[in-house]
Nanobody, 124 residues
Framework: QVQLVESGGGLVQAGGSLRLSCAASGRSFSTYVMGWFRQAPGKEREFVTGIDRSGSSTNHANSLKGRFTISRDNAKNTVYLQMNSLKPEDTAVYYC?????????????????WGQGTQVTVSS
């Protein structure tokens, strides 16, 4: 089981950008499908984006496509989330997660490894 640690969150003005990183421990990182989820106050956790084991295929929530980009570097055991054109409604705690699924999944229940989360706050 990998252990995940997110970083890169913070406060940004609307229209700005942030890049989140998620570092994984262990040598099995490349066997995990990786995803980013977010949870805003009073709301359920929602899927943001995911990437397959090799990094060749991605999936995004329809509402976020074009603004958020996921990537991974298996040599560095790290997955990234580049967030552009941020909006106040993007304010949430962002979590990275790892799944043993064969394909990218939007189902949080299929992710067995979770980071502690990093806060992203977008001011208007």
């Amino acid at each position: 089981q990998v252990q995940l640690v997110e970083s890169g969150g913070g406060l940004v003005q609307a229209g700005g950008s942030l890049r989140l990183s998620c570092a994984a421990s262990g040598r099995s990182f490349s066997t995990y499908v990786m995803g980013w989820f977010r949870q805003a106050p009073g709301k359920e956790r929602e899927f943001v984006t995911g990437i397959d084991r090799s990094g060749s295929s991605t999936n995004h929530a329809n509402s976020l496509k074009g603004r958020f980009t996921i990537s991974r570097d298996n040599a560095k055991n790290t997955v990234y989330l580049q967030m552009n054109s941020l909006k106040p409604e993007d304010t949430a705690v962002y979590y990275c997660a790892g799944s043993r699924s064969v394909v990218i999944t939007t189902n949080a229940g299929l992710y067995s490894a979770w980071g502690q989360g990093t806060q992203v706050t977008v001011s208007s």
